[in-house]
T-cell receptor
């Protein structure tokens, strides 16, 4: 049981390049999330998904797109990277029902640098 | 709108001393409250959570937190800190729509 995994762990991009971050979970969770973490800002929600085939905007969605074609995978895309998107990106998942089971499980993070 | 405030950016304590990390939240209904710990270069690990019931919750690694509705607080405590507790600590509030809001974190340094 790997939990939540993220690929890649590190990446350096030039301004204007595109890339996709992959998040995978093997816990059969309905909900998945993408956050970015910046110094002094905590974690901010970019996009999230409440189930296969659904996505929704979070607090800071601009410049990012997401897709949830399979329940276990949640992809975060940057179409034209900008230096302001230099950050550490965390994926998380949760069971999806209110109550005791509603805890988020986090991946190890992806450190992205945009030059 | 929901929000979380962690007033202390950085705290330094001596090993063996007690610890209290502050967290205040803003949420209209009964909140779901969480404390996470993040070691350098790692993801976030859940320490404890409060959904309902007993307002004093026990977590892993000897941590506990107390929910005080009147103060909109959910402070994290540990009676005796170990050097391995040095990390970043995040408080978070979740709503029934499964959206979570995080504080900006408190960095803990433990001196021998």
């Amino acid at each position: 049981n790997a939990g939540v995994t993220q690929t890649p762990k590190f990446r350096v991009l030039k301004t204007g390049q595109s890339m996709t971050l992959l998040c995978a979970q093997d816990m059969n969770h309905e909900y998945m999330y993408w956050y970015r973490q910046d110094p002094g800002m905590g974690l901010r929600l970019i996009h999230y998904s409440v189930g296969e085939g659904t996505t929704a905007k979070g607090e800071v969605p601009d410049g990012y797109n997401v897709s949830r074609l399979k329940k276990q995978n949640f992809l975060l895309g940057l179409e034209s990277a900008a230096p302001s998107q230099t950050s550490v990106y965390f994926c998380a998942s949760s069971y999806g029902l209110a109550g005791d089971t509603d805890t988020q499980y986090f991946g190890p993070g992806t450190r992205l640098t945009v030059l | 709108a929901q929000s979380v405030t962690q007033p202390d950016i950085h705290i330094t304590v001596s090993e063996g001393a007690s610890l209290e990390l502050r967290c205040n939240y803003s949420y209209g209904a009964t909140p779901y409250l969480f404390w996470y710990v993040q070691s350098p270069g790692q993801g976030l690990q859940l320490l404890l959570k409060y959904f309902s019931g007993d307002t004093l919750v026990q977590g892993i690694k000897g941590f506990e937190a107390e929910f005080k509705r009147s103060q909109s607080s959910f402070n994290l405590r540990k009676p005796s800190v170990h050097w391995s507790d040095a990390a970043e600590y995040f408080c978070a509030v979740g709503n029934t729509g499964n959206q979570f809001y995080f504080g900006t974190g408190t960095s803990l340094t433990v001196i021998p």
